[in-house]
């Protein structure tokens, strides 16, 4: 119990409600010693209002963030006081200010964060209505208390500065074990590994979202505030958990032909599956003493391991004999090459929380890293382009509106208690999509529900305000600390945070828990029935873009390989762009396919194929990293014509996939080049042999191992062909029903 409380109080989202509860406790308290409770709860609310705009990155974009957001925020708040009292261009005014604020979600994360904090500060100006010097007195307590939060948050920035991206490298750390140890679980007998290749795509879409915090801060810190030695350490644990991921997706065996071929010597699989399993677990392990912060010392001895397959691959070949034990041996060599450079990656980001490092050892590291940044452009065209029904944010902020607006009217229309709870509710449930919206509907009134009996039923017997303030506070922190994890859980939270505060100041608290579960029903029910209704983002829409993303993604990852293969050199930042790229599109492929499962029957359009094509994608992306990382590890011989004529027909496999999705490929088959697929993959083979045998003279020993690199390079190729040739059929089937 102690640890997992512990586990909890170590995490980023732990860290984030102190932060915000701290922020405004301290002001609702000092002033209230004061007898001016009123001056210090609307300092606090500024400090609420600015606190989701603080998101990970650098200092300087945290600084601005947060700056622009405590400005706009009070300046909402300021508009809407000052318009409220002329009914004639107050509605108008408001919807204008609604789109608008919420069109700002254009420019990324960060400005989608910024208009949250400034929808909810339009929200709750409703609560309270001033006219003259009050109104400029409370937009500057607002303003106050946003600036006081942001004094708090550079507080915890200066007290553990690294804490952050330390926590977030401890959590990917985590996830990329769990990769493996899903890599792991294929080798078992009959195991259903439809089940394991969709809970690694699952796997993908968090990896995604972590790599990408993970880059802001980093390279962000590394721009703007200069090149530390901790910030380098983390970029070298950040660039090897990536390849770590890239081997561990480029290890594309046919489990089933092996554990057909291996029947007889199940000894061989199973220390191969244990090794694999304690790289997972030694990952586990460091991921733990990352957050803890305490000394790592490993419990396996991968190194260990490492020979145990060694013994068993020779005890194989002793067993069958060199001549037929060779195809296996083969193979089983290949398992343990892969093994390796795992090993080799899992004690470079060991060695980084071990050992002392100086600046050289990073030497290099940090070129071109900006590359690997989504740039932001905080342009007016920006804006101006995304004013159109085509776009997913347009059409979102468009119903925001309007349903904010019919929101406002029925609360006053009605006999509610206070319209800006309504609102409120509307804001924090309604997202783009109708999944999210319809899931967010629920927990919110469950957790109202739930929340606001449970608090009532504690007033009924409590009537100390000192207590019923400790309440508060804990109800609170627990609130927002639940907010990204569970929001049923937060939900309830903050309901009895609500309804403590208004136990205070309220005497007649049984009509407020009523009017407050009313309020949210109502808001709750208007966001879900305008999601459904109003312009609906519906994902099958949407799919066809993220499938040729993807595949547009692994064709250019492919593209790069081949330069690569044909060229030799070093790894260029293209090509590590492009392996970015990839994984990062077929992480998004699947989210979307999520959603999608999330929306109503009726709109799952064609969703076997969609999974269908979202798991040839991921086949088709660990293949390319199979000989992606083949040819960084070995030193390969020239690229054969034959290498390049079967990569420039996948290509246009893949080509001529996207050009379907456009609506635009209906004559693919002549397209092709029958002359190169003429080229049966039974040749290729007796075509790299004559090529070796026709160049410079090799001994025999040396001709086996490049013969090698042939059948592992064309196994691939087949293996590439078949994949694309697959998502071009799929993809077909797709765009015919």
């Known amino acids: 119990m102690i640890y997992k409380i512990k586990k909890f109080t170590n995490t980023t989202y732990f860290t984030n409600a102190l932060k915000v509860t701290i922020a405004t406790v301290i002001p609702v308290v000092l002033f209230s010693f004061l007898g001016k409770f009123e001056i210090g709860f609307t300092i606090a609310l500024g400090a609420f209002f600015t606190y989701p705009s603080d998101i990970p990155s650098s200092l300087k974009h945290k600084i601005n963030g947060i700056l622009v957001a405590v400005v706009l925020v009070a300046g909402v708040n300021l508009m809407v006081n000052l318009v409220f009292p002329y009914s004639w261009i107050f509605y108008p005014f408001l919807a204008v200010l609604i789109f608008l604020i919420s069109m700002l979600a254009v420019y990324g994360q960060r400005a989608t964060m910024v208009s949250f904090s400034a929808l909810i500060s339009v929200s709750l100006a409703f609560g309270r209505i001033n006219t003259g010097w009050e109104m400029l007195q409370h937009s500057g307590l607002i303003l106050v208390g946003g600036l006081f939060y942001l004094l708090v948050s550079l507080t915890f920035h200066y007290i553990r500065p690294n804490r952050y991206i330390e926590l977030q490298i401890a959590e990917c750390i985590k996830l990329t074990a769990k990769y493996l140890k899903l890599r792991g679980d294929l080798w078992t007998l009959n195991t259903d590994k439809k089940a394991i290749i969709e809970k690694q795509l699952n796997l993908q879409v968090e990896l995604n979202t972590i790599h990408q915090n993970i880059r802001e801060v980093l390279i962000n810190s590394h721009s703007s505030d200069g090149s530390s030695n901790q910030n380098r350490k983390m970029l070298l644990v950040f660039i090897a958990l990536v390849e770590i991921l890239e081997v561990a997706l480029s290890t594309a065996f046919d489990h089933d032909k092996l554990n057909q071929k291996f029947d007889n010597q199940p000894k061989v699989l199973s220390t191969y599956q244990n090794l694999a399993y304690n790289l997972a677990a030694s990952l586990k392990q460091l991921s733990k003493s990352v957050k803890k912060r305490t000394n790592y010392i490993p419990k396996h001895t991968l190194l260990t391991d490492l020979n145990a397959l060694h013994l068993a691959i020779t005890d194989y070949e002793k067993d069958l004999g060199v001549n037929s034990a060779s195809e296996g041996v083969f193979m089983l060599t290949t398992m343990l090459e892969y093994a390796e450079k795992q090993v080799e990656k899992i004690k470079v980001v060991e060695r980084a929380f071990t050992l002392v490092f ?7 590291i940090d070129t ?12 007016l065209r920006t804006l101006t382009e995304n004013i159109s029904f085509s776009s997913t944010i347009f059409r979102h902020s468009l119903r925001l509106t309007i349903t904010l607006l019919v929101g406002f009217i029925c609360g006053k229309i009605l006999p509610f208690d206070n319209v800006y709870w309504i609102l409120l509710t509307i804001i924090v449930i309604m997202r783009p999509g109708y999944g999210l919206t319809k899931q967010r509907t629920f927990h919110r009134i469950l957790g109202t529900v739930l929340g606001g009996l449970i608090a009532f039923g504690i007033l009924y017997f409590i009537k100390d305000n000192i207590i019923i303030s400790v309440f508060c506070i804990i109800c609170m ?15 309830t939270f903050i309901t009895m945070y609500v309804v403590f505060v208004y136990g205070i100041v309220t005497p007649n608290i049984s009509n407020l828990v009523q009017f407050r579960i009313l309020d949210t029903m109502v808001g709750a029910t208007l966001a879900f029935l305008a999601n459904h209704f109003l312009w609906p983002s519906w994902e099958f829409l949407n799919m066809p873009m993220y499938l040729e993303k993807s595949i547009k993604a692994n064709q250019s990852y492919l593209t790069e390989i081949s330069v690569f293969y044909n060229k030799k050199g070093s790894v260029s930042t293209s090509y590590r762009l492009a392996r970015k790229n990839a994984f990062v599109e077929i992480g998004n492929l699947m989210a979307s396919f999520q959603r999608m499962a999330q929306e109503p029957k009726s709109k799952q359009t064609h969703l076997p194929n969609v999974y269908k094509l979202t798991v040839l994608n991921h086949s088709l992306l660990s293949s390319l990293a199979s000989l992606g990382t083949y040819i960084q590890s070995h030193k390969t011989t020239s690229a054969s014509e034959a290498f390049n004529v079967v990569v ?5 496999n893949l080509d001529n996939a996207v050009a379907l999705l456009k609506d635009n490929g209906s004559d693919w088959r002549e397209n092709l080049p029958k002359e190169d697929l003429a080229l049966r993959f039974s040749e290729l083979k007796n075509i790299r042999e004559r090529e070796l045998k026709e160049g410079i003279p090799i001994d025999d020993k040396a001709f086996q191992l490049k013969m090698q690199e042939a059948q592992l390079i064309i196994e691939q190729l087949i293996w590439l062909t078949s994949l694309s040739e697959n998502i071009l059929k799929t993809t077909t089937a797709l765009q015919k029903s």
């Open 358 to 364: 100086n600046l050289k050892d990073f030497k290099g």
């Open 368 to 379: 071109d890293l900006e590359k690997f940044l989504t740039p932001q452009y905080y342009l």
């Open 477 to 491: 922190l627990l609130g927002f600390s639940f907010t990204q994890v569970n929001y049923k859980v937060s939900a």
């Open 648 to 652: 420039e027909t996948v290509i246009k």
